[in-house]
């Protein structure tokens, strides 16, 4: 029974130590090798063990911050199916605010096929809040990420929700830095075909 137990903690000590080499290309092996080590984990071990890992030990070269964000898009079966598709986001939430522009683009492209996955009362309680904490961000790299998000959230939150997000996406438009401004202005298309046509009207009511 000991050696079974000895069996499955094995595959996430060797992830741990992969990820701790100081050879690059180490560790990013042991990143594409993420769904292997879930595989072997199990759904439950998965959510209770690597993704926290991943939340809150990740800090890596670029190249690798990538291949996670990208692993991570494709990691709904492997923690349970949709219903768990929430304990998803905080690795990604984290991947969102870094400064390499690549490892954002990557971390917003996995959050959107996410956010596809969760239901609409997930999208309340999980998906906007985060969207919500990188609109306002201290750093301009998680408003930057928020900005491609809006338009996945908007349409499946509640009423008063949607007020907050039109008023969230106002300010990035008019952010102080000409990033946020730029990936505002890169979204306002996609997130404008979402909003209710009332919001566009010309004059002092307009709300958008």
Known sequence: MAGCEDDALYPIAVLIDELRNEDT???????????????ALGVDRTRSELIPFLTDTIEDEDEVLWALAEQLGNFIPLVG?????????????????????VVREKATESLRTIAAEHSSADIEKHFAPLVKRLSQGDWFTSRTSACALYAVCYPRVSVALKTELRALFKSLCSDDTPMVRRAAASKIGEFAKVVEMEHFKVGNNSSF
């Open 81 to 101: 199916g949709p219903e768990y598709a929430s304990c998803l986001l905080p690795p990604l939430e984290n991947l969102a605010t870094v400064e390499e522009t």
């Open 25 to 39: 290309q180490l560790r990013l092996n042991s990143i594409k090798k993420l769904s292997t080590i879930a595989l």
